[in-house]
């Protein structure tokens, strides 16, 4: 198992009907402090200019917690701990919107050039339109889906990232990715951004959901 346990994302998922009588964020700071000591995890979280190490995996702006509000009356809260060497080798570009054929391109480039660096065999995360950092949130939401959760689009684009050979880990191989998922939104008529998120193969995520008639559950 790689040792980089990451930068934490939390994924909260809030019932409109949910009301919470406690600071949320300040819970997840707390239990990532706790689990960074007893399981433990390496500390990874620095300061971007200095590189002092927080120690606790926390600081400012970490863990980096995305609210989201659904129908359902319950909270779900997913962790997702990403690991330098993947999203190291992701990209965000501004295309133009004549582009859109060149799409498939721009991503199949991306991940020959990220190599083996991202420890493949990789999921791929593709966020299309929406805003700069819209397109990015996209991305990256999508590496939770299952990895057999594919259409015919991304099948087809599946099967030119992994013509490329570079296979696990960068040894050679018809296997360089396990999956990509896209995602789309609307955009402005001006514009096109296309995010990429990489994942490497461990693609390690846990949900736990909150609801009334039960304490919680673990998918």
């Known amino acids: 198992m790689c040792q980089d346990t990451g930068i934490f994302i939390f994924y909260v998922e809030i019932g409109r009907n949910i009301s919470l009588s406690f600071n949320l964020e300040e819970a997840l700071?707390?239990?990532?402090?706790?689990?960074?000591?007893?399981?433990?995890?390496?500390p990874n979280a620095v300061h971007p200019i200095t590189r002092h190490n927080s120690k606790d995996n926390t600081g400012d702006g970490i863990p980096d917690i995305k609210y989201f509000f659904i129908d359902e009356d319950e909270l779900r809260i997913t962790v997702v701990p990403k690991g330098a060497?993947?999203?190291?080798?992701?990209?965000l570009k501004m295309m133009n919107p004549a582009e859109t054929g060149s799409i498939?391109?721009?991503?199949?480039?991306?991940?020959?050039?990220?190599g083996g660096k991202p420890?493949?065999?990789?999921?791929?995360?593709?966020?299309i339109g929406g805003s700069f950092d819209k397109s990015a949130i996209l991305a990256k939401t999508s590496l939770l889906r299952k990895v057999q959760d594919m259409n015919e689009e991304e099948l087809t684009l599946l099967g030119k990232i992994n013509s490329l050979g570079i296979g696990p880990m960068g040894m050679g191989g018809n296997t360089t990715a396990l999956a990509v998922h896209i995602s789309k939104a609307h955009c402005h008529t001006a514009s096109l951004p296309v995010a990429i998120n990489i994942q490497c193969w461990a693609n390690r995520h846990s949900t736990v959901v909150f609801r009334r008639d039960s304490l919680w559950n673990i998918i």
């Open 85 to 91: 060497g993947s999203e190291n080798m992701s990209v």
């Open 119 to 127: 420890c493949p065999p990789i999921i791929v995360g593709v966020g």
């Open 29 to 42: 700071r707390e239990a990532l402090r706790q689990a960074t000591v007893e399981i433990p995890l390496r």
């Open 104 to 114: 498939d391109n721009f991503v199949v480039e991306t991940v020959f050039n990220a």
